[in-house]
């Protein structure tokens, strides 16, 4: 790993420019406060040119959300995107620490640009996101040349924060916080398909993450500013728009009211039916599900829906009964099985996809294979696989039974293999089928054809030429004869 030399090393080209800072270095970075309250580049950050910036996204479609909106940010406040990375005049990393592996990628991107940093002191540098929220003032200390420091609940005090920068102090703002709605209008990268955040944070306790304490506590939007930015999205021209969360069933329990029924007012249920007729949107998914709170209720409104695709991603972990109880993901195999039975039955061509874990600490072999088998009774489409990472802070890293990495590279490879195998199996399903797909982008590989993705999520290309002349467009809802399938995408050409 490539990092600076701590600040105490001998007088480098970066200490005298931190000399050039004004007094607030004398006592330290300045923790933000959030006493003070919370700005918009409405306010703050007024507009005028300020150079090039770049951000470099690790993790999940939450930091992606979340980058997305700091570009909006960035570029209101007059910056203008960089061409590239190294000559960036402001560089963003918006980190993810879900594993070890996340994490130290973040170290060695960072390691580059402060030694840039120390040739030309200039360079505005910022981490933020879920690193550093997890490390805070630690991250100063270890990567002196940082100009910010900004945990995922101030992503939408950008402007506020850089104007403190602007102003010689270094900054770390991690409190915890309550994340007002941003008025700036987001960077987005596709001009198609939206993301739309619904609920921050997570408060479940599985006991190998670390999501709750970097994201935390839920903070759900108000259904009316949600609708109100799916609106803005269409009226744009976006044709599809997922709500996010790390725990989306979770969507509501956090806003007051009871029906007359006895029922939360605002439920996930509820919010899908009061964003579905958003003129111009075709497609509404949503990510991440909870198998403790997806209920028969969602099932039922998904079916009924028509804009609401058919495809759930529902994380499971671990096939093992005892496993998942000391994962604390309260619930059991069985009830999963009900879930995804529910959902066959309403929408027989549903695709599941999931998360799961191999390794985590005590997993036997006998338990693995359980998993192994759910994968293969319940026929995945896709399924995101990861080994066991000891997290900081979570109860699992401290516990017995931790596996070799031995271990833990074994039942990845066979897990990924049947995986693979699996979703091949799933595929075949479309062959010969005709699909919808909604055109996202060109191929980048093969730019005669455009991709995008099926109801059922699967990615597809398909040659941008219409048969009758002309070209179909990015936007368009095409419907593509399947005659080639993969594991994890489709071809076809377009009727
Ligand atoms: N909120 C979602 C997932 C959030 S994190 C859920 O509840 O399922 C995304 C995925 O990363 C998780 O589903 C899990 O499979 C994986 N993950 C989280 N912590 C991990 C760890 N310590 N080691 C390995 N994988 C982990
Ligand atoms: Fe992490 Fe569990 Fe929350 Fe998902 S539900 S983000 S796995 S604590
Ligand atoms: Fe990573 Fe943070 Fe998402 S840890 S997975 S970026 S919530």
Redesign the pocket.
């Given at each position: 790993m490539s990092l600076p030399a701590s600040p105490s090393a001998s007088r480098s080209p970066v200490e005298q420019a931190a000399a050039t800072r004004p007094a607030p270095e004398a006592s330290g970075p300045i923790v933000a406060d959030d006493a003070e309250p919370s700005t918009t580049p409405a306010t703050a950050g007024q507009r005028r040119p300020r150079g090039s910036y770049w951000i470099t996204t690790f993790g999940?479609q939450m930091n992606k959300a979340d980058s997305e909106r700091m570009g909006g940010i960035l570029e209101a406040m007059g910056y203008t995107v960089a061409g590239d990375e190294h000559t960036a005049d402001l560089v963003l990393y918006n980190t993810c620490t879900?594993?070890d592996n996340a994490e130290q990628k973040v170290y060695s991107y960072l390691g580059r640009q402060a030694l840039r940093k120390r040739a030309d002191p200039h360079l505005t540098l910022v981490v933020a996101g879920c690193v550093a929220q997890q490390e805070g003032e630690a991250l100063l200390r270890r990567v002196p040349e940082l100009d910010l420091v900004m945990g995922p609940q101030h992503a939408n005090r950008l402007a506020s924060l850089l104007e403190r920068v602007e102003s010689g102090q270094q900054v770390v703002a991690t409190e915890e916080h309550h994340i007002l709605e941003d008025i700036t209008t987001a960077r987005r990268d596709s001009r198609v398909c939206g993301w739309v955040n619904v609920i921050y944070g997570?408060n479940?306790r599985?006991t190998?993450?670390?999501?709750p304490a970097v994201r935390g506590r839920e903070q759900s939007r108000l259904p009316q500013a949600i609708r109100l930015e799916i609106e803005g999205l269409a009226a744009q021209g976006y044709r599809e728009v997922t709500l996010l969360g790390?725990?989306i069933d979770a969507y509501g329990r956090d806003l007051p009211g009871i029906t007359p029924a006895g029922r939360r007012a605002h439920t996930l249920t509820d919010l899908l039916a009061f964003v579905h007729d958003v003129e111009g949107i075709e497609r509404i998914r949503f990510a991440?599900s909870?198998p403790r709170y997806f209920t028969k209720r969602l099932i039922d409104a998904c079916a009924d829906l028509p804009k609401v695709c058919e495809h759930f991603h529902i994380?499971f972990?671990s096939g093992d009964d005892d496993l998942l109880r000391a994962m604390g993901r309260g619930y059991t195999v069985e009830r999963y099985r009900r879930i995804i039975d529910r959902i066959r039955q309403r929408m027989p061509d549903a695709a599941i996809s999931a998360?799961?874990?191999v390794a985590f600490p005590g997993e036997s072999d006998a338990q693995f294979q359980r998993t192994l088998a759910l994968v293969e009774e319940l026929g995945f489409d896709q399924v995101?696989t990861?080994?066991?990472?000891?997290?900081p802070n979570?109860p699992a890293a401290d516990w017995s039974g931790q596996l070799p990495e031995s271990v833990k590279v074994e039942r990845l490879r066979e897990l990924n293999a049947l995986v693979e195998q699996i979703a091949r199996q799933r595929s075949e399903r479309y062959l010969g089928r005709t699909e919808e797909v909604l055109a996202e982008a060109v191929n980048p590989k093969e730019p005669s054809q455009l991709m995008g993705r099926t109801r059922t999520n699967r990615l597809t290309f398909f040659p941008a030429a219409k048969p009758d002349g002309g070209d179909h467009r990015i936007g368009d809802l095409v419907r593509v004869h399947i005659d080639a399938v993969r594991s994890f995408s489709l071809s076809g050409s377009a009727c």
């Open positions: 999940c879900i594993r997570c479940e599985c190998y993450c670390v999501v790390q725990n991440t909870h994380p972990q998360d799961v874990i995101n990861a080994a066991y990472s000891p997290r979570t």
